[in-house]
């Protein structure tokens, strides 16, 4: 694996959120269905109608670099007990849920999470390079038919085995379906549109983020998916987190993309204003840019320090551990290693550690 490749394990899982909704907000194609009754969304919409918000081709920053060799994913395969799902496993698992009963109905379901089961840690401690690989096992969180299952499908013999199922089975992770339902679930509210304009806000330049999901007391009753949007006022900025909509909150039933209840208690607070908000080094004026530091190079002429093996087993000076990404933990450092100076083995330090739990006062 590249060096570039090996960083991404960093930063990609710890970022996918954010930066996912940004782009969907800021740059990608989003065309959530408005009210018609209040709002009719292809005259009047920026979402819908406009088309200088939404670039046509991506930013010269995203652009691939032709020089830069990229690794093809589809042909990875496991080659130690702890390495994530490849694509070929992944898709054999959609192959296996989509006979299984649950999945072969005509009700719409969705994969919320699909990651290895990892084996017992003695299994995993026992195993040593050029052994048969361990038994790989997938956890699976799935909604079908307005519940949740939890489920364990086991790559070698093809079965599934549902662990729990029903009502009460809590909270899968938000889908990106999930996320642009539940933004564009106010806007078909008349009563919330209503607020929107009295506050002397235009329709038009209206943007709604769901913020939390959680406990939301009463409601919880039934145990209903449940999530808190809020909005903001996209006009004269690209920048409208620095525009938000004070004291006013919707909460919204994920499944039934129906407005639980709205808090609107800010009705007198203003909202900032769009001046000098745009965070883009073009919308700067360069006049005013003061020059704090000079440019800094960072180099490695020898090459890194770190090398990979099979993709996930990292050697960095005398440590040696396994790395990968997870959907929820972010980064996972398995079986990190010291080799002791003295004796020249390696020492056993962390069986698995995630360096998103790491505080540093």
């Known amino acids: 694996m590249e060096t570039r490749n090996f960083f991404s394990f960093f930063f990609v899982p710890l970022c996918i959120g954010l930066v996912t909704l940004v782009i969907l907000f800021t740059w990608g194609p989003y065309t959530p269905p408005y009210a018609t009754d209040l709002l009719d969304c292809t005259t009047n919409s920026a979402w819908c109608a406009s088309k200088n918000r939404f670039q046509s081709k991506p930013p010269n920053s995203l652009v691939k670099n032709k020089n830069h060799h990229n690794h093809n994913h589809a042909s990875d395969a496991p080659h130690h007990p702890l390495d994530p799902l490849t694509v070929q496993e992944l898709n054999k698992i959609r192959t296996i849920l989509s006979s299984h009963a649950l999945f072969k109905s005509s009700s719409p379901y969705a994969l919320h999470s699909i990651e290895l089961e990892e084996p017992d840690k003695p299994l995993v401690l026992r195993w040593k390079k050029g052994d048969p690989l361990l038994p790989r096992k997938a956890s699976v969180v799935a909604r079908a038919s307005g519940k949740s299952h ?7 013999t093809s079965e599934v085995s549902v662990h729990q199922s029903g009502s ?5 992770m938000l889908t990106m379906e999930d996320i642009i339902a539940a933004a564009s679930v106010p806007l078909v509210n008349a ?3 209503r607020s929107i304009i009295e506050r002397g806000v235009d329709l038009t330049d209206l943007a709604c983020l769901p913020v939390s999901s959680g406990w939301f007391g ?3 009753e039934n145990r209903r998916r449940l999530i808190k949007v809020q909005c903001y006022s996209v006009k004269d900025t690209v920048n409208f987190y620095m525009r938000p909509i004070e004291g006013l909150t919707v909460l919204v039933d994920l499944d039934t993309k129906q407005v639980v209840e709205i808090s609107d208690k800010g009705a007198s607070i203003p909202i900032p204003r769009a001046a000098n908000t745009d965070y883009r080094y073009s919308a700067q004026e360069l006049s005013k840019v003061i020059k704090l530091v000079n440019p800094i190079s960072i ?19 005398n440590w040696k551990f396994h790395v990968k990404p997870d959907a929820r933990a972010g980064v996972i450092i398995s079986q990190a290693r010291v080799r002791d100076p003295d004796t020249g083995e390696l020492r056993d330090v962390m069986y698995k550690g995630f360096p998103s739990e790491l505080f540093v006062p």
Do not use: M
């Open 150 to 156: 939890v489920l364990t499908v086991d790559l070698t």
């Open 168 to 172: 009460n089975s809590g909270y899968p």
């Open 191 to 193: 009563r919330f549109n």
């Open 218 to 220: 009463e409601y919880e």
């Open 299 to 317: 180099e490695q002429p020898n090459s890194p320090s770190f090398t990979i093996e099979d993709d996930h087993l990292v050697k960095w000076a």
